[in-house]
T-cell receptor, first 115, second 113 residues
Framework: KAGVTQTPRYLIKTRGQQVTLSCSPI?????VSWYQQTPGQGLQFLFE???????NKGNFPGRFSGRQFSNSRSEMNVSTLELGDSALYLC??????????????FGPGTRLTVL | AQSVSQHNHHVILSEAASLELGCNYS??????LFWYVQYPGQHLQLLLK??????LVKGIKGFEAEFIKSKFSFNLRKPSVQWSDTAEYFC???????????FGSGTRLQVQP
């Protein structure tokens, strides 16, 4: 099975711009979660989507949003970029709910640099 | 707020030394526990997980972890490390069956040949 794929892998933007990141989960996985990784704050949960619905949201401002499509692919959007948004954005997918459903498989991430 | 603490930020060992990385989590009812590893230039990979049952769990590459409920701990161990174990290790917890993972700050392990 192919793993979680994320595009683009690297992105450079300037303050005030907006950005959209894409994630394709493992085939058959319907849950997609997003995390932000920075040297200062570590790995922090952004949000989770399952069956095109946001199921859970972390403590991030409203500038961070996401969505999921019927094929389980997900996008996250950050508007009005700030320097502090520079981070590695990780996507993780997991399968149906259940005991094993909580195991998450991570993609390689998108490295966002805000200048 | 729920939190996960990893006590060692940077550990340096020689090959064949034994490893134990500490992880403690805040109380929050039912928990699932994970250890992830991030090798240089690679993405996060699951080492092992605990959902229920035997509190001593074995993972890939000779790693194991012990869940001690009374201490809210889930320490990672390996009897003999190799140079290839050089990586960053993250303890993670999800609460109440929710998928959202709360991560520790990570431990950077450097194994010297």
């Amino acid at each position: 099975k192919a793993g979680v794929t994320q595009t683009p892998r690297y992105l450079i933007k300037t303050r005030g711009q907006q950005v959209t990141l894409s994630c394709s989960p493992i085939s058959g996985h319907r849950s997609v979660s997003w995390y932000q990784q920075t040297p200062g704050q570590g790995l922090q949960f952004l949000f989770e989507y399952f069956s095109e619905t946001q199921r859970n949201k972390g403590n991030f401002p409203g500038r961070f949003s996401g969505r999921q499509f019927s094929n389980s692919r997900s996008e996250m959007n950050v508007s009005t970029l700030e320097l502090g948004d520079s981070a590695l954005y990780l996507c993780a997918s997991s399968s149906q709910p259940g005991t094993s459903g909580n195991e998450q498989f991570f993609g390689p991430g998108t490295r966002l640099t805000v200048l | 707020a729920q939190s996960v603490s990893q006590h060692n930020h940077h550990v340096i060992l020689s090959e064949a030394a034994s490893l134990e990385l500490g992880c403690n989590y805040s109380y929050g009812g039912t928990v699932n526990l994970f250890w992830y590893v991030q090798y240089p230039g690679q993405h996060l990979q699951l080492l092992l997980k605990y959902f229920s049952g035997d509190p001593l769990v074995k993972g890939i590459k000779g790693f194991e972890a012990e869940f001690i409920k009374s201490k809210f701990s889930f320490n990672l161990r390996k009897p003999s490390v190799q140079w290839s174990d050089t990586a960053e290790y993250f303890c993670a917890v999800n609460y109440g069956g929710r998928r959202a993972l709360t991560f520790g700050s990570g431990t950077r392990l450097q194994v010297q040949p």
